[in-house]
């Protein structure tokens, strides 16, 4: 069963795109001003669809080293998903995550997802 999150579409042309997953604990959280010990992730796949509901597929399952981040939005163009993000990041490598991460937060540089409809890799550009 796919959970659905919370409703964001994109819309091309040809097709619907939206993220779907089951929430998932990617490790303990210590975050001051966070009540959760837990750090949890959910829309880690990509999926689309045709207008009519028709071809259903899924594009990506967002995992291995991008596995701590999730999309924020989709822009799609041509056979390509662009997205910024927001995750969590252990700073200091002792298993424990202590950061929420934006991709939208930096003024230096905008680091976002691109990822391929058609083969489904991901690809982290940073435009400066």
């Known amino acids: 069963m796919r959970v659905i999150q919370d409703v964001n579409i994109t819309l091309t042309t040809n097709w619907i795109y939206y993220q ?10 210590d975050l001051e001003g966070y009540a959760e010990k837990e750090a949890k992730l959910s829309g880690g ?3 689309r669809c045709r207008h009519d ?3 259903l597929t899924k594009i990506v399952t967002i995992d ?9 939005g989709l822009t ?8 910024t ?9 002792d298993g ?12 230096d540089h905008l680091p976002i997802l ?14 400066k």
């Open 20 to 29: 779907a997953g089951n929430t998932i604990t990617i490790g303990k959280l």
């Open 45 to 47: 796949e990509i999926w």
């Open 53 to 55: 509901g028709s071809e």
């Open 64 to 72: 291995g080293e991008y596995a701590n981040i999730r999309p924020d």
């Open 76 to 83: 799609v163009a041509g056979d390509c998903i662009y997205a």
């Open 85 to 93: 993000y927001t995750g969590w990041q252990d700073k200091n490598g």
């Open 96 to 107: 424990i995550f202590d950061t929420q991460i934006f991709s939208r937060g930096n003024r």
């Open 114 to 127: 691109r990822i391929d409809t058609v083969s489904g890799e991901i690809t982290m550009i940073d435009l």
